[in-house]
């Protein structure tokens, strides 16, 4: 790596998504809320209402 140069996410691992500003607006606020004392990223913030989410309705390991 060369300096300054930035190293990507690893497509395999790793998606982007584009949000409407206000649901942005949404996690930024959450951000501090979701576990006590540990401000997350706005992608754990994503994650982490997505595992619930997904739990509640039976996802369990890549399977319904």
Do not use: C, F
Not at 3 to 29: C, F, L, R, T
Not at 43 to 48: L, P
């Amino acid at each position: 790596k060369r300096e300054g140069e930035q190293i990507m996410a690893d497509p395999a691992k790793h998606k982007s998504v584009s949000v409407p500003k206000p649901a942005w607006d949404k996690a930024n606020y959450l951000k501090n809320k979701i576990v006590d004392g540990t401000e997350l990223s706005i992608s754990k913030v994503i994650e982490s209402l997505l595992n619930k989410e997904a739990k509640k309705y039976g996802y369990k390991n890549g399977k319904i």
